[in-house]
């Protein structure tokens, strides 16, 4: 197996143990009830996409 020739510095470790790094996942607000949802897809509170009902949702 290959060893490398030169030691890697801290710098580049760091760098590419940043571009691994935990990120929070977006959310968009739903401005008719206020509920928090992934953005581009169906609010699974009320069933609304783009201000329209695409799904009924028992309540």
Do not use: C, W
């Amino acid at each position: 197996m290959g060893q490398p020739k030169r030691k890697q510095s801290k710098q580049r470790t760091r760098i590419r143990r940043a571009a691994n790094k935990f990120e929070l996942p977006q959310v968009s607000k739903d401005p008719t009830d206020g509920t928090f949802f992934m953005p581009h897809r169906v609010n699974p509170s009320n069933g609304m996409y783009r201000g329209r009902q695409v799904i009924s949702v028992k309540v």
